[in-house]
């Protein structure tokens, strides 16, 4: 078979800055070019897209991929279905096998790219010395000294940098001052993110004054908007204010912004404290939405990744961004923010975009009835009207602080990789 061709499609691509009818071609998983009637050769198949829009595969960066236990039994599947094309697992009891566990699930095949993120407490769970971690994770440690003082497990030993930050939560340990310090030293020298789990204001407020400049991402920011540590408003209020810091950034979970406020087994905003969360994105304090998933799961109520296109089309239908800047909350931004912080452009040039040479990560949104009807992972359907298409279960690679990887870990023990 051929190219792939969207044709006639509304096309919002932020990162470029259009917002037009555009047709699209796919080849070889890459965007190969964005244009005006686009011809089809012989074997291309082309998919009418003049009903709908055309946006580039939703970024999760904090959706939970089988780092519960498998509670859900369908994460990734529904992910997939619901139009996320990357998402990034923040486990807090995620240790430095985490990265290569998550290698043999794309070996196995997965539908959509995923990335992890390790615990906290685990970063500081070995003999290496802060000097040493930071050599570990820009990866120029050497393989005697992760014998030596990491572990005894090779793959644990080879891709434990193969993550994109660490995840601190306070509902799964609590870190003294200077576990912190060590925190924020390891991950501002090496380019990891530093996400927080942000619920109770206080914590969260002590975190950012620990900080002293370095960058911390406060982790479902509208949490601590649900009156579970601090009245609701004050408590939003609260972190907010730590969002216009410049070295802060903050996420909505795009369930708790939504008019029901939430769900009834996790956690509900207030009306109150959800039009300060709105007033936040407004005013562009807050740029970034989350689903917090994952889907179909118990003891995991805080977000669903069904939630994520309605939220971003109902930001727009209230009125709070205009259509670009909320798909910018899903796409553009967090990949901005990713290359920011560590210092790789691929996240930049090639997720959250539809330009020519990107991923070929593209949702196709049935506006009408606010769902993915197409979901295109590197070029290949995962899922259509909201069913996972097996033959395609292996369109996602697996992405790092380092950008891409193609392959798993299964082919590791084939080669040599000291030179
Ligand atoms: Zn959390
Ligand atoms: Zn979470």
Not at 58 to 84: K, P, R, W
Not at 304 to 326: F, Q
Not at 355 to 362: D, M, T, W
Request: glycine content about 10%.
């Amino acid at each position: 078979m051929g190219n792939i061709i969207l044709r006639g499609g509304y096309l919002i691509d932020p990162s470029e800055n259009i917002c037009g009818e555009r047709d699209l071609l796919i080849s070889d998983g890459h965007i190969e070019e964005v244009g005006f009637d686009i011809q089809a050769e012989k074997g291309d198949r082309v998919i009418d897209c003049s009903h709908y829009e055309l946006w580039p595969g939703l970024v999760d960066m904090h959706l939970h991929v089988a780092d519960l236990f498998e509670i859900s039994t369908n994460t990734v599947y529904c992910a997939a279905q619901d139009g996320v094309t990357t998402a990034l697992s923040p486990g807090a009891g995620n240790t430095f096998m985490a990265p290569a566990l998550l290698g043999a699930e794309t070996d196995r095949g997965l539908p959509i790219n995923v990335g992890v993120y390790l615990g906290a407490l685990n970063v500081l769970g070995s003999q290496l010395d802060d000097e040493e971690l930071i050599a570990l994770f820009k990866g120029e440690l050497k393989d005697e000294l992760k014998w030596e003082k990491l572990s005894h497990n090779r793959f644990t030993n080879s891709f434990a940098q193969y993550c994109i930050g660490l995840k601190e939560h306070m509902g799964h340990f609590l870190l003294t001052d200077e576990q912190i310090e060590r925190l924020y030293h390891i991950t501002s020298e090496s380019g990891l993110v530093f996400m927080s789990h942000t619920q109770d204001p206080e914590h969260s407020a002590r975190l950012v004054e620990l900080s002293k400049g370095r960058q911390i991402h406060l982790g479902h920011t509208n949490a601590a908007g649900c009156g579970t540590h601090a009245e609701a408003e004050e408590g939003m209020k609260a972190v907010i204010g730590l969002c216009k810091h410049p070295n802060v950034t903050g996420e909505f979970v795009t369930t708790m912004l939504r008019r029901g406020l939430g769900n009834l087994e996790g956690l509900k905003m207030t009306k109150a404290s959800r039009q300060r969360a709105l007033d936040a994105l407004n005013e562009k304090i807050v740029d970034i939405l989350v689903s917090d998933g994952q889907n179909q799961s118990t003891m995991k109520g805080f977000g669903d990744t069904r939630d994520n296109i309605p939220c971003i089309l109902e930001l727009v239908e209230e009125g709070v961004l205009d259509k670009s800047a909320a798909v910018a909350a899903m796409t553009s931004n967090p990949c901005r923010y990713l290359a920011e912080v560590t210092g790789c452009d691929e996240w930049k040039c090639k997720y959250g975009t539809l330009r020519e040479g990107a991923y070929a990560n593209i949702l196709i949104v049935d506006t009408e009835n606010k769902r993915a009807s197409y979901t295109i992972t590197n070029g290949e359907p995962v899922s259509f009207e909201g069913r996972y298409i097996r033959g395609h279960g292996y369109a996602g690679n697996w992405v790092s602080r380092f950008g891409t990887s193609r392959t798993g870990v299964g082919d590791a023990p084939m080669y040599s990789t000291d030179n």
